[in-house]
């Protein structure tokens, strides 16, 4: 089941290459958040000052 679910999702489609695209900027913006600066690292740093 589990290598039908794979090879359906790697299938050559418009659907499944904007869901890869769609995964990979998700990525992208995670890591962005918890870099130095980062929104997950600005929002930790203002919660610790107000603990």
């Given at each position: 089941m589990l290598r039908e679910e794979y090879m359906t999702?790697?299938?050559e489609?418009?659907?499944n290459e904007d869901r890869r695209k769609?995964?990979?900027d998700?990525?992208?913006m995670a890591k962005r958040a918890v870099k130095e600066a980062?929104?997950?690292d600005f929002?930790?740093?203002?919660l610790s000052?107000?603990?």
């Open positions: 999702l790697m299938d489609t418009k659907e769609r995964a990979k998700l990525a992208e980062g929104s997950s929002n930790v740093k203002l000052k107000i603990s």
